[in-house]
């Protein structure tokens, strides 16, 4: 299962942003898959952002971000999005998709089987 991960850039703070993660798996094992959002800022340890359920029903989301970020999927498309509104120049991170056949939304990342490669968001104050 590869992931890539895409749209991150440079923004400024109480902008908008939305990744992209997208998945070579099959069907079948995306709609099988928990998806995450990690972040890890430099010299940080990374962090959980939120996931989503496999049908899209439910979401968890990290304290930091509750309210100003939405994960959301489309199986169709084997596709996961985080989409970031209100950023902080404290979110500026490389954001991370993960995919866990697991099958709950856990927090940690050791939990997930797949990691993208990342995508760097940059938010200026």
């Known amino acids: 299962v590869q992931l890539q991960a895409s749209g991150g850039g440079l923004v400024q703070a109480g902008d908008s942003l939305r990744l992209s993660c997208a998945t070579s798996?099959?069907?079948?094992?995306?709609?099988?898959?928990?998806m995450g959002w990690f972040r890890q800022a430099p010299g940080k340890e990374r962090e959980f952002v939120g996931a989503i359920s496999r049908m899209g029903g439910s979401t968890r989301y990290a304290d930091s971000v509750k309210g100003r970020f939405t994960i959301s999927r489309d199986n169709a498309k084997n596709t996961v999005y985080l989409q970031m509104n209100s950023l902080k120049p404290e979110d500026a991170a490389v954001y991370y998709c993960?995919?866990?056949?697991?099958?709950?939304?856990?927090?940690?990342?050791?939990?997930?089987?797949?990691w993208g490669q990342g995508t760097l968001v940059t938010v200026s104050s």
């Open positions: 993960a995919a866990s056949l697991a099958g709950f939304m856990d927090t940690r990342g050791s939990v997930y089987d797949y």
């Open positions: 798996t099959s069907a079948r094992t995306f709609v099988n898959s928990i």
